[in-house]
């Protein structure tokens, strides 16, 4: 079995920074894609930023200049820097991560359990 685990949400005020991680554990064999999404309250699951293998890296425009994803493939674990937190980036945040695991023949998603951020104006 595959587990993801996230930290490091919290509540920030506006224009300060908070940073995300997220650790995969469990049979892997390899992952290709990792990311984190968002849901704020009343509103659907929207995309974050998302980081292949190789380091190619993809943001919701709402984050671009203000997001970094980066991770560390020996630890198998995502990480999200966010700077310059406005109200609008309230909700909560979800670990995601395309695998392989072990003995498996295609990709499978996996999700975290989500890690609260709240910014107050």
């Known amino acids: 079995q595959v587990q993801l685990v996230e930290s490091g949400g919290g509540l920030v005020q506006a224009g300060g920074s908070l940073r995300l991680s997220c650790a995969a554990s469990?049979?892997?064999?390899?992952?290709?894609?990792m990311g984190w999404y968002r849901q704020a309250p009343g509103k659907q699951r929207e995309l974050v930023a998302t980081?292949?293998?190789?380091?190619?890296?993809n943001y919701a425009d709402s984050v671009k200049g203000r997001f970094t994803i980066s991770r560390d493939n020996a630890k198998n674990t995502v990480y999200l820097q966010m700077n310059s937190l406005k109200p609008e980036d309230t909700g909560v945040y979800y670990c995601?991560?395309?695998?392989?695991?072990?003995?498996?023949?295609?990709?499978?998603?996996?999700w975290g359990q989500g890690t609260q951020v709240t910014v107050s104006s």
């Open positions: 995601s991560a395309g695998l392989y695991s072990t003995g498996a023949s295609h990709i499978q998603y996996y």
């Open positions: 980081i292949t293998s190789g380091g190619s890296t």
């Open positions: 469990g049979s892997i064999f390899s992952i290709n894609v």
